[in-house]
């Protein structure tokens, strides 16, 4: 009876050494591929926008919610207008009255005015020969034999009457001038940059009008909408808050131990929680030149004290299936040259 049991407890002991010999072979084949390569632990990043109005009016309308997709140029919300929309009318106008100035200004005198300025002068001249002749009538008067009936006061009255008519032909001729000449190159350049002044503030208005519609900067999500219709908007305030798709990676830390282990370009896998067995293919953008302590929320064997080097895995994720935050597993196939020693 003892033998029975002894080689019963043999072939037991036999048993679960040959299962542990099978589940170890098993293990040995099936082991994951991080014993041939590097096996990383991080969550999924990505860029957010901070969008707002450059404006400082109350708001129109909004027209995504969170979730919603947006291509870049699309317009996601509108201010009131109103009050710019009359500023610029104005300005506007007021640009087109100094255009009218300054083509006046351009063209010169008409031929009407000058043909005014010249029977002005010949009116003038008249008037001052008339004002001569009277004057040399009276002199001569004043000298002959009835040189009594012409006082000297009657002399001196034509005198001055000859003279004034003079200066107002002298004036007529310097006005006729003018009008020949037109306006002054000095007067031309004022009204030009009056002109460009206006011209520059009608900009400036059709800019902030412009400005008054909020667009996306960037293909992307909605990740929060901060603001509604009827708020008051400053550029110092974000209405949305835009989550980028492209690109994404998780972001990774690596000990010094095996830093040497990644390289830029490194293919990589990358799997996630929720997708089991569907991994995302992705590559080694960027390794940190500066060492840094583990951050809290990195799972690490070693200590969290220890000294890492960030890595950012690029992603390649055409389907959208990672999300900001979430937990990711990378895996790094390790180099030909270094498998082989």
Do not use: C, H
């Not at 006061?153 to 002298?170: F, G, M, T, Y």
């Amino acid at each position: 009876m003892n033998k029975k049991i002894i080689i019963a407890t043999v072939l037991v002991l036999v048993l679960v050494l040959v299962l542990a010999a099978v589940a170890a072979a098993a293990w040995y084949a099936m082991r994951p591929p991080a014993a041939e390569g590097l096996l990383l632990y991080g969550n999924v990043d990505l860029r957010q926008v901070s969008l707002a109005f450059n404006g400082s009016e109350r708001i129109a309308s909004l027209s995504v919610q969170e979730g919603d997709r947006v291509r870049p140029g699309q317009v996601l919300g509108k201010l009131d207008t109103t009050t710019l929309a009359l500023r610029i009318a104005e300005s506007r106008a007021r640009a087109g009255a100094l255009e009218q100035t300054l083509a006046r200004l351009r063209a010169g005198s008409r031929p009407q005015e000058v043909s005014q300025a010249r029977a002005q002068t010949a009116e003038a001249q008249a008037e001052a020969d008339l004002a001569a002749k009277s004057l040399v009538r009276l002199q001569g008067l004043a000298q002959g034999p009835v040189g009594r009936a012409v006082s000297l006061q009657d002399v001196d009255n034509a005198a001055a009457r000859s003279k004034a008519a003079q200066a107002r032909l002298e004036g007529a001729r310097k006005a006729q001038e003018l009008v020949q000449a037109g306006a002054r190159k000095e007067d031309i350049a004022q009204a030009e940059a009056q002109l460009a002044a206006a011209q520059a503030q009608t900009a400036v208005l059709a800019q902030q009008l412009a400005d008054a519609e909020l667009r996306a900067p960037i293909a992307s999500v909605v990740r929060a909408r901060l603001m509604e219709a009827g708020d008051m908007a400053s550029p110092q305030r974000p209405v949305y808050t835009l989550a980028i798709t492209d690109p994404k990676w998780v972001r990774a830390y690596v000990r010094e131990t095996e830093l040497g282990l990644v390289q830029p370009g490194m293919a990589a896998s990358i799997a996630i929680d929720s997708l089991p067995g569907q991994a995302i293919a992705g590559k080694v953008g960027y390794i940190s030149s500066v060492a840094e302590f583990t951050p809290k929320t990195v799972q690490t064997e070693d200590l969290r004290t220890s000294l890492v080097y960030e890595v950012r895995i690029l992603a390649e994720d055409k389907d959208d299936r990672l999300r900001l935050g979430m937990p990711a597993t990378v895996r790094i196939a390790r180099p030909a040259a270094q498998a082989q020693r």
